[in-house]
């Protein structure tokens, strides 16, 4: 107990020695004036020996920035080398215990670093000419020397914007050593990530890095995969398109006689002008990758153009003289949404039926619910049975599109359609026919990029 106590009293008393400012000078005037020191030649008193290298990169989602337009992504990459330089090492103890050291690397040998892209088939790789920063290199006492390097780079690569803006990019680089020798060997090459959880870059994420050591060279070659960030261009491009398409189909459900038919539906068409530059300012110009979004806006152009096409010829079919005799087609048009009409009624009450049966006072009276079987209603029971017929009658014909009145002589069916009839019944068909091309259109657009998502 009494040694134990004894000799935490002479640990806590005794004089603690730490390096000074005087010893850092002196051991940096020792390392950089030694005469036998030349940063030309590989740090081995040995020649004949290897010396080992260890380098490593490192990449953030933050340090990636993809040009589109010019097909070209920036990156910034961490490239840190270790070694052990046999020529720069020193007794700690005769430097207040200094154990490392940090100084600039101008004097001191080092390997250097390059990055380069793999070119298909037997071309060169093209070595890629960036900034690079060196920081301050770090000396231990036992030779070891850490250096610390951030690369610059912009690298030029095919940009596949098909599916965009859910789109996912992929390119690769080589991290490749340029200092080369028989006597020098790199181990433990490898790519990862600052922080894998990173979420700095706001237009790319998912960031995944994967690499592979280049067989007999000392090298690196690094693929990184990103998926583009959709909510923006969704927000911006996608649902104002949508929007725009449906509002087009609207143009059927103005009124003929309105005035504002063919103004609305070329307003909305002249609105695509300005999504296509906005898209075009955010992708490359390259006919092999043409974006799926190009095609959607493209189609949903010339859906507008066929939909000013058809409100006009509405128009005409409106302020067409009366006079003039209805052709076949239009009659047969007239007939077909007659009968979708007679079909939606005969659902509400199936009393109401769809006959070329004249109406009148003519007409043959179906069974009465008032009236009883073979027998004579009373008087007030059969005059109040045929009003409510009649005022059915006449509401359910309010329902049809103008100048829709079943008849039983083709010649009246003929004298009563009109122009406005025609005109009509051409909107409710169009109507139908874009709305159900509207969802079409949208179903096959967004439902791979749901599916891939």
Not at 210 to 219: C, E, F, L, M, T
Not at 293 to 321: E, K, N, P, S, W
């Amino acid at each position: 107990m009494l040694l134990t106590c004894a000799a935490t009293f002479v640990w806590i008393f005794s004089p603690v020695t730490c390096a000074t400012l005087r010893d850092v000078e002196n051991l940096y005037q020792v390392l950089q004036n030694r005469s036998e020191y030349d940063r030309h030649i590989v740090p081995l008193i040995d020649q004949n020996q290897k010396l080992f290298v260890d380098f490593s990169l490192m990449l953030s989602a933050s340090d990636i920035e993809f040009i589109e337009v010019e097909n070209k992504v920036r990156i910034r990459v961490d490239v840190e080398t270790l070694w052990r330089d046999e020529n720069l090492h020193w007794n700690a103890s005769d430097y207040g215990n200094l154990t490392e050291l940090q100084i600039q690397g101008d004097w001191v040998w080092r390997p250097d670093t390059l990055i380069r892209i793999p070119q298909r088939g037997e071309g060169m790789d093209q070595i890629l000419e960036g900034d690079s920063k060196e920081l301050d290199m770090v000396l231990y006492d036992n030779g070891m020397v850490f250096r610390h390097t951030t690369l610059t780079v912009s690298l030029f690569c095919s940009i596949d914007t098909t599916d965009f803006p859910f789109d996912e990019q992929t390119f690769t680089f080589i991290l490749s050593m340029q200092t080369l020798g028989s006597n020098l060997e790199y181990t433990n090459s490898s790519a990862c990530l600052h922080n894998p959880l990173d979420d700095g870059n706001p237009r790319w994420s998912d960031l995944r890095v994967s690499n592979v050591p280049v067989r007999d060279y000392p090298d690196l070659k690094c693929t990184v995969s990103m998926r583009r960030k959709p909510l923006f261009f969704v927000i911006n491009i996608i649902l104002p398109v949508v929007f725009l398409g449906f509002l087009e189909v609207l143009v059927f459900l103005i009124p003929a006689d309105a005035g504002e038919k063919l103004s609305y539906a070329v307003a909305l068409l002249l609105s695509y002008s300005v999504f296509v530059s906005f898209v075009a300012d955010n992708i490359p110009e390259d006919s092999d990758h043409v974006s799926d979004l190009f095609y959607y806006i493209t189609i949903q152009f010339f859906l507008g153009a066929f939909i000013i096409f058809c409100t006009t010829l509405q128009l005409r079919l409106y302020h067409r003289d009366d006079e003039k005799d209805i052709p076949c087609f239009y009659r047969c048009i007239v007939k077909f949404v007659s009968i979708i009409l007679c079909r939606e009624m005969k659902g509400k009450n199936n009393k109401v039926k769809c006959s070329t049966k004249e109406v009148g006072d003519n007409q043959k009276e179906t069974a009465d619910p008032l009236t009883v079987p073979n027998k004579d209603p009373p008087t007030k029971y059969r005059k109040t049975s045929r009003v409510m017929r009649r005022m059915k009658t006449k509401t359910d014909l309010k329902d049809r599109p103008q100048g829709l009145v079943p008849t039983g002589n083709p010649d009246a069916e003929v004298k009563k359609l009109t122009w406005h009839s025609v005109s009509s019944a051409t909107d409710f068909l169009l109507f139908w026919v874009f709305l159900s091309a509207q969802i079409v259109l949208n179903l096959w657009f967004f439902y791979p990029a749901y599916k891939a998502q």
